[in-house]
């Protein structure tokens, strides 16, 4: 298994993932992704901000990620964090754990880089998410309403679920 930042050439790929995960969204809860401008993922790809987990030479998880996120972390964007979003697995590798495997990813990568917390958000009311986030190991911080300036449009008018596990300089996991 390998993490590596996904390329251009990617593209089409992970949006067959997103394609995937709002299919399954729309099978388990009443919201879903309302879809991503190209632009968005090639700027995250542009600053290595999309990562892909290749087993086998096949790309079977997607992910981005972002030192700051203050539409909806407020006050805590301030922190030194990484920030965890759309987290995609593919079908075929369901049950394998990769939000585990991705905790332990980012907490040696959050040492590289000096950050102090690994965090991510859900919808306010997704408990299935909610739950399984926890047994992850993070840490439920609350439900906010965040502000929807520059967000994605399936951010309009929810609330959110944050998470959050705080680092500490011992920490040496590696996935």
């Not at 251009?8 to 099978?27: G, L, P, S």
């Not at 030192?67 to 079908?91: C, G, L, M, Q």
């Amino acid at each position: 298994m390998t993490f590596k930042t996904s390329t251009i050439n990617d593209i089409e790929t992970i949006f067959e993932f997103y394609d995937i995960a709002v299919k399954y969204q729309k099978t388990k809860f009443n919201k879903h992704w309302q879809g991503f401008e190209t632009e968005l993922i090639k700027k995250e790809i542009a600053e290595n901000r999309q990562w892909k987990i290749i087993i086998d030479e096949k790309i079977v998880c997607v992910f981005a990620i972002t030192f700051e996120d203050e539409s909806i972390w407020k006050e805590k964007n301030s922190d030194k964090a990484v920030y965890f979003h759309r987290i995609v697995t593919h079908p075929d590798c369901k049950g394998q754990n990769f939000v585990k495997k991705i905790i332990a990813w980012g907490k040696q990568f959050a040492k590289e880089k000096k950050l102090d917390y690994l965090r991510l958000d859900t919808w306010g009311d997704n408990t299935e998410l909610i739950d399984y986030y926890q047994k992850c190991g993070f840490e439920f911080l609350g439900i906010i309403t965040p502000n929807y300036n520059g967000l994605p449009k399936h951010y309009d008018g929810i609330t959110l679920s944050l998470f959050e596990i705080k680092l500490n300089e011992d920490c040496d996991e590696s996935p």
